[in-house]
């Protein structure tokens, strides 16, 4: 078998580039990469005519997944979502809100329409809805048994939806009530974390910079901390977002991650801050790497894991993914904070602005008691304080002033999880799964802006990617992602369709050691059916997992072992380039060689692997590398036996053939000769074609309607020789009528500065042209009244064309001036003239 420069070059494109290249400290390597064809047991939802399928929501007890995109709500089967099980609901804003729409402004092709922006479930027989509207926001209910929107009842949807559906917006349902965090106005320039809908006070935040600051919301938690609370603590709710600094300084402007939080029991103030919250609180999300200086501000996406699965506090931890620029090169990280790192920093001291010194400092004056921005506890009903009405107006205005705390929130171990180069992490989700140790695992579902999904697993101080799963076939952001524990499934929503994957596919594990060492919590082997299968749904007892270690020697060395594959007969002529194709099982390993038994040892110079190519690349074969070659690929000390060829260099034509070798190359000689006397007589019939159509169409013009002078006008406006002089011996040299004609119509005047008959700059005559059409910045007056110095020069060289008649005979002029002015009075304005012939 011969392999060529060409057949390297084909053999690239056929294996592809790997998607990711050796890990750095930065960029961690998945194990696997799935390709979109790869994919297994997918199921996928989308509808001509409809778009962004970004709103999920699920219900475990009916196995309904809801699914809000652009003026369509669907109803999908959890178990298989290319089936719907009721009816869509058409939720179209009216051609008279797109109207209004498009004349505000707004783009009638992306911004015009209602997006389905919230869809939760607000009791067991209705869910609540909100979409843009057309720059309008509207909300409604949508009763469950017939899967019906009443369009009767629809409320305003401001401060609950955002209007422009490009914009930041979340909310959530607690106990009947909505608390959301959009912008409040059409132009986006009021941010609010508002609560409305039911029983309870409707609440809102106060409207200033050192509240809320051009933020970006991103996400919201409901934490039960009441429960098992010694203090007699409040349930709260956090919001998650990005937001324009204050306390920097004023001329560097920095955006930072926020972490905000309000007490479900808060009613506002009874003189200050009345509905407004007396509970918010905000603190700066860190998630950054001390010692390589890499700082993640921009917060994209949270999910909320609780330890039990309930929203109780212990355990309680949040997964951030966040962006960054580092070195001109997109950086994705993920930090994960412990809900007791977040009630640390809201329990320490406050910031304060500082007028005489104009900055923000940490305040060190006496705090005010009871603690401002504190929910209501034993302690404050023991002091008759049952509400935050009760609360004294120095805590109120302490905190109203002072909404922002010191304190920073750290990650856990003080750095990112996960940190990838070349990433654009846009949504997450972990599950915990108890593996066959009996430990329970995070697993996280990280999705990407180009349409891919990685999968991880959290081991406590890294974190390992087992895979990347390319989910759409098509590059676009994942909008959405959604677990189902009880279907073990995964959701992902994209602008074109929903998608659903299983958490697991384990048979792509083909051995015993591929499946231990992908540290997958939801596969092990099975000894006796010498597969991987899912850990949940098979007897663990007869399982192979070790999730932390990745000891393949739990493989049952009874076991038989894998079949050795067959080695394959190539030959190559001497000289040629040889590669070997060696795809190894994971992309953490590597490959090694053995030659006729023995250890092969690489020479970059002769003999290398390819990483791109996935191959052994010989440079110049001879008959010394005739003979076995096996490929292993080696993962953590384990050789698994991939690849086998047996080689045969033979002597090359030049050799065995010396008369060969110069016809072979004359033979490439005069191909190339051919090729381009091809080409060459190719353009010459184009050329000679050109010029036979150009005197073809010259020839049809009149012969003496043209006068082309090259007059050199002065560039001086203030300079008195303007019009050259009948009787100046420069214009009788110049002067030649046989030498100035062409066939199209045309005069031609190289350009100078015009003046004006006084000396002066000459403005622009008012146009006396063509009707409906604009007159051209350097246009000419009516052609039967052109005078040299009403046209305006020009220090470039360039020409005026003037188009001139031919309805009188010309007479025999000798002096210049008078011949052009005979020329130019033969020009009449005609009404279907071309408006280009009277322009520069």
């Not at 690349?617 to 993962?635: F, K, P, Q």
Request: with cysteine.
């Amino acid at each position: 078998m011969h392999w060529g420069p060409l057949d390297l070059y084909l053999l690239t494109a056929l294996l592809g580039l790997s998607r990711c290249t050796e890990a750095t400290w930065w960029d961690s390597l998945a194990r696997k990469t799935v390709r979109y064809h790869e994919l297994t047991d997918v199921r996928l939802f989308s509808r001509p005519g409809i778009s962004n399928y970004s709103t999920l929501t699920l219900n475990e007890s009916t196995g309904v997944l809801y699914v809000g995109a652009r003026e369509a709500i669907f109803a999908l089967s959890a178990s298989n979502i290319a089936k719907e099980l009721k009816p869509m609901i058409l939720w179209e804003a009216p051609s008279e809100k797109k109207a209004q729409c498009v004349v505000f402004g707004k783009n009638n092709q992306t911004d015009c329409f209602n997006y389905i922006r919230f869809l939760q479930t607000y009791n067991a027989s209705h869910l609540y809805t909100c979409g843009t509207y057309a720059f309008q926001p509207k909300c409604a209910y949508i009763e469950l048994p017939g899967f019906s929107l009443d369009h009767a009842g629809l409320e305003d949807g401001r401060g609950k939806c955002p209007y422009d559906p490009s914009k930041g917006h979340t909310g959530l349902i607690v106990d009947g009530a909505l608390y959301s965090a959009t912008l409040n106005n059409f132009l986006g320039t009021e941010p609010v974390i508002l609560r409305n809908l039911g029983p309870r006070h409707t609440m809102k935040t106060e409207h200033l910079t050192s509240w809320l600051n051009e933020p970006n919301f991103v996400g919201s938690a409901y934490v039960s901390e009441s429960v098992g609370s010694w203090a007699g603590d409040d349930d709260k709710v956090y919001f998650f977002f990005s937001e324009r600094a204050v306390e920097y300084d004023c001329y560097t402007e920095k955006v930072v991650a926020r972490v905000a939080r309000v007490c479900k029991g808060d009613v506002g103030g009874a003189r200050i801050l009345q509905k407004k919250w007396t509970t918010f609180l905000k603190a700066r999300l860190v998630c950054s790497d001390p010692e390589q200086q890499l700082h993640f501000n921009h917060i994209q996406a949270v999910f909320t894991l609780s330890e039990d699965g309930s929203n109780g506090a212990n355990g309680t931890s949040f997964y951030g993914v966040f962006q960054a620029r580092w070195g001109g090169v997109s950086v994705s990280a993920v930090c994960r904070y412990r809900i007791e790192d977040l009630q640390k920093v809201f329990d320490g001291p406050y910031k304060e602005y500082r007028e005489q010194a104009q900055k923000w400092s940490r305040y060190s004056d006496q705090v005010p008691s009871p603690r401002p921005g504190a929910c209501i506890t034993a302690e404050h009903r023991r002091n008759l304080m049952n509400s935050s009405q009760d609360l004294p107006d120095m805590t109120l205005n302490f905190a109203k002033k002072h909404p922002l705390m010191d304190g920073l929130v750290l990650p856990h171990h003080n750095r990112p999880l996960l940190v990838r180069k070349d990433a654009n992490f846009s949504q997450l989700a972990v599950h915990r799964v108890r593996a066959l140790d009996g430990e329970l695992y995070e697993v996280l579902f990280i999705g990407s802006g180009d349409g891919w999904v990685s999968k991880a697993v959290n081991l406590g101080t890294r974190v390992h990617v087992i895979e990347d799963l390319q989910v759409f076939d098509q590059s676009q952001p994942v909008q959405s992602l959604l677990i189902s524990q009880s279907k073990n499934m995964i959701y992902a929503g994209s602008h074109s369709a929903v998608i659903q994957l299983p958490l697991a596919d384990c048979s792509k594990y083909r051995s015993c050691a591929d499946c231990i060492l992908s540290k997958d919590p939801y596969c092990g082997w099975s000894q006796n059916l010498s597969r991987c299968l899912k850990a949940q749904e098979h007897d663990g007892f007869h399982l192979v997992q070790d999730i932390l270690d990745s000891d393949t020697a739990r493989c049952n060395i009874r076991a038989p072992k894998p079949a050795k594959p067959l080695p394959k007969n190539l030959t190559a002529m001497g000289g040629s380039i040889v590669a070997l194709p060696c795809e190894l099982t994971s992309n953490l390993a590597q490959a090694r060689w053995t030659f006729n038994g023995k250890e092969l040892t690489l020479d970059r110079d002769l003999m290398w692997y390819d990483t791109a190519l996935r191959a052994l690349v010989i440079r110049s074969a001879d008959s010394r590398h005739s003979g076995s070659y096996w490929c292993v690929s080696e993962e953590q000390d384990t050789r698994l036996l991939v690849e086998g060829y047996h080689l045969s260099v033979v002597a090359g034509p030049a050799v065995t053939l010396p008369a060969r070798a110069p016809l072979d190359t004359m033979g490439l000689v005069w191909m190339l000769v051919i090729a381009l006397g091809a080409l060459c007589l190719l353009l010459l019939l184009l050329v000679v074609y050109l010029r036979h159509r150009l005197k073809s169409e010259t020839s049809k013009g009149p012969k003496e309607s043209t006068l082309v002078y090259p007059i050199e006008l002065p560039k001086d406006p203030k300079s008195p020789k303007f019009i050259p002089s009948t009787t100046s011996d420069s214009d009788e040299k110049l002067w030649d009528p046989a030498s100035y004609y062409y066939s199209d119509g045309s005069l031609k005047i190289v350009p100078g500065h015009a003046v004006c008959q006084n000396g002066g700059s000459s403005p622009s005559p008012p146009a006396n042209g063509i009707p409906n059409q604009p007159m051209p910045t350097a246009a000419l007056p009516s052609p039967n009244r052109i005078s040299l110095g009403n046209i305006r020069g020009s220090s470039s060289n360039g020409y005026i064309r003037l188009n001139l008649g031919t309805s009188e005979e010309r007479p025999d002029y000798t002096d210049l001036a008078e011949e052009l002015r005979w020329k130019l009075k033969q020009r009449q304005a005609l009404p279907d003239s071309n408006p280009e012939e009277s322009s520069v």
